[in-house]
């Protein structure tokens, strides 16, 4: 009896010794697993499917049986995934929103073929992800260069897209300050000035998350970069185009984005009609992730309204 618990004893050391050492090379892997079991027992689905010739990793939330459907398509911005939706998926299916999130062309699980990642060509992405899934029209959310794609959506498939959902969105020329190279850190000081700018409220890294982290970034470097370089093109801003969009629209902007200032928000809601601006107290361009729950609130307030407001402005507060 004695060596089979010694036995049972030592194969407990060797599992916990193997998942120490797991965490430590690969903190992130380790992290995104938390989310997708978080996600996988809130009932949101994990799948693939083929959109336009290339094959595409998406998220799935259905609403309980007996609630009417409304699609909600949410769209993550540059080097970004659909997993950074997590805090808002499951409590907008709750609601009766059938949710489809996709990983961008290049980003995510999906594929990396050798293509510009032009704001056009993800926007083209997700009108054949539309196709696939069998929704004709739906309510489109996008954060950041996401917003700038669901914004570019709404004005060039005005039939696919029913309220339009913009967050800390990109999309229209502002003065930058950041260095071309910000979203392809290749150093510790790097990764902090990338942080710095996405979060008002930093929390330190220890060394071997900044290791796991930079090895992570290297990996997708290269579309991260021809992403940036399409952008800074400018061919596909959106200045010259705002008072087209015709779909009602919520703008939901941190207050301390130092990545796209509130500013930027600003002038969306004034170029865009039928637009409303809630502005998240003390978040900054993480708001939909940092601060989720007024978020939510923002987001759900808007699209469950029979008529949404239209041309006001609101403020919550930062906290989840």
């Known amino acids: 009896m004695k060596r089979l618990w010694g036995a049972v004893l030592l194969l407990i050391v060797l599992a916990a010794s193997a998942a120490a050492l797991l965490v430590y090379k690969r903190p992130l892997?380790?992290?995104?697993?938390?989310?997708?079991?978080?996600?996988?027992?809130?009932?949101v689905k994990s799948g693939y499917l083929v959109a336009g010739g290339y094959k595409l990793h998406y998220f799935e939330a259905v609403p309980q049986a007996g609630m009417p459907e409304r699609p909600l398509v949410l769209i993550h911005g540059?080097?970004?995934?659909?997993?950074?939706?997590?805090?808002?998926?499951?409590?907008?299916?709750?609601?009766?929103?059938?949710v489809y999130v996709p990983d961008l062309l290049g980003y995510g699980r999906s594929q990396q073929p050798d293509?510009?990642?032009?704001?056009?060509?993800?926007?083209?992405?997700?009108?054949?992800?539309?196709?696939?899934?069998?929704?004709?029209?739906?309510?489109?959310g996008g954060w950041s260069m996401g917003g700038w794609v669901a914004m570019k959506l709404a004005?060039?498939?005005?039939?696919?897209?029913?309220?339009?959902?913009?967050?800390?969105?990109?999309?229209?020329?502002?003065?930058?300050?950041?260095?071309?190279?910000?979203?392809?850190?290749?150093d510790a000081a790097g990764l902090d000035r990338l942080v710095a700018a996405i979060s008002p409220h930093p929390r330190p890294m220890k060394p071997f998350v900044v290791t796991d982290a930079l090895r992570k970034l290297?990996?997708?470097?290269?579309?991260?970069?021809?992403?940036?370089?399409?952008?800074?093109?400018?061919?596909?801003?959106?200045?010259?185009?705002?008072?087209?969009?015709?779909?009602?629209?919520l703008i939901v902007w941190g207050s301390h984005d130092d990545l796209?200032?509130?500013?930027?928000?600003?002038?969306?809601?004034?170029?865009i009609a039928n637009s409303e601006l809630d502005v998240v107290d003390g978040c900054g361009h993480?708001?939909?992730?940092?601060?989720?729950?007024?978020?939510?609130?923002?987001?759900l307030d808007f699209l469950l309204a029979d008529a949404p407001q239209r041309g006001g402005e609101r403020h919550f507060a930062g906290t989840n």
């Not at 005005?158 to 290749?186: C, H, I, K, N």
């Not at 796209?260 to 170029?271: Q, Y």
């Open 29 to 43: 892997w380790v992290a995104d697993q938390q989310i997708r079991y978080h996600l996988w027992r809130s009932h």
């Open 78 to 98: 540059l080097g970004s995934r659909g997993e950074d939706w997590s805090p808002l998926i499951p409590g907008l299916a709750a609601k009766g929103f059938h």
């Open 115 to 140: 293509v510009d990642y032009s704001v056009g060509l993800e926007e083209k992405v997700v009108v054949d992800f539309l196709d696939a899934v069998h929704v004709s029209r739906a309510d489109v």
């Open 155 to 186: 004005l060039d498939h005005p039939e696919r897209v029913d309220r339009l959902l913009l967050y800390d969105s990109a999309g229209m020329y502002f003065a930058t300050s950041f260095p071309p190279d910000l979203f392809v850190p290749t």
């Open 218 to 249: 290297a990996n997708n470097g290269w579309v991260v970069s021809r992403s940036m370089t399409a952008m800074r093109g400018g061919k596909d801003l959106m200045d010259f185009r705002l008072h087209l969009i015709r779909q009602p629209t």
């Open 260 to 271: 796209i200032p509130l500013s930027v928000g600003e002038r969306m809601h004034h170029g």
């Open 286 to 299: 993480l708001a939909p992730a940092e601060c989720w729950r007024p978020v939510e609130r923002a987001t």
